[in-house]
């Protein structure tokens, strides 16, 4: 990769907001999930949720614009494995949801680590995943519609945050905090995509990038690297 990629990828990546995510409980439209994706590419979420009971979730490439490369989505059989597992990691966890409890989601200090849980299109967040979340939260709306597309309103709140954020510096960092393999993984992922492609179809453990934005390989990878495939 040139010099200019290579610091783009590493800008990108210390900017990333570990802390910060979305579930998608049972969200099922491919154009909506991909929205959300590439949302939260854009406010530099590294890492989405989705509650999804099937092998595998439906994006559009078109809607995603390339986010997938970049933002991983974890799935989970239920909503109660989802939350766990963001609780676990020390997040508070929104729904949107109109109730008496809920507040303006302007309201929310999102500097803490946050999940923002969206609910399906349709049916709108399950009561199971209402009893787990620890606050319910509105985007005010005085017109005769109440209620936004999924992936409108968690625009809205995700640059809500990204506004807290940024206005507490939590984007002005150098270096990333993200796990060393992940940030090689997503060097050599992003920078050489060709390379990542045959290496995952050998079964090829990816190399080291170095600080200059080089693959570090022996001659044995590169041997394997370039041998034709057997059909």
């Known amino acids: 990769m040139n010099a200019q990629r290579f610091a783009r990828i590493q800008e990108m990546l210390a900017a990333r907001q570990?802390?910060?995510t979305v579930c998608m409980e049972q969200v099922h439209k491919p154009h909506n999930v991909s929205a959300v994706i590439r949302t939260a590419d854009a406010v530099g979420v590294h890492e989405v949720h989705a509650v999804w009971p099937g092998n595998r979730m439906r994006t559009?490439?078109?809607s995603?614009?390339?986010s997938n490369s970049w933002v991983q989505v974890k799935t989970h059989r239920t909503i109660g494995d989802a939350v766990g597992h963001l609780k676990s990691q020390g997040m508070q966890i929104l729904a949107t949801h109109l109730s008496d409890k809920a507040v303006d989601f302007r309201e929310i200090d999102y500097t803490r680590p946050t999940c923002i849980l969206m609910g399906q299109e349709k049916t709108g967040i399950t009561q199971e995943a209402l009893d787990l979340a620890d606050q319910d939260i509105i985007i005010?709306?005085?017109g005769m519609v109440q209620s936004l597309n999924v992936s409108v309103a968690s625009a809205l709140i995700l640059y809500e945050a990204q506004r807290q954020r940024q206005n507490a510096g939590m984007?002005?960092?150098?270096?990333?905090t993200l796990d060393y393999a992940e940030q090689q993984r997503l060097l050599f992922e992003g920078g050489y995509p060709v390379l990542a492609r045959v290496a995952k179809h050998k079964g090829l453990p990816y190399p080291q990038i170095n600080d200059s934005g080089e693959v570090v390989?022996?001659?044995a990878w590169w041997t394997t690297m370039q041998a034709s495939v057997k059909k």
């Open 64 to 66: 995603a614009a390339g």
């Open 140 to 142: 005010p709306m005085i």
């Open 171 to 176: 984007y002005q960092r150098t270096s990333s």
């Open 217 to 219: 390989a022996d001659d």
């Open 60 to 62: 559009m490439v078109s």
């Open 18 to 20: 570990h802390d910060l």
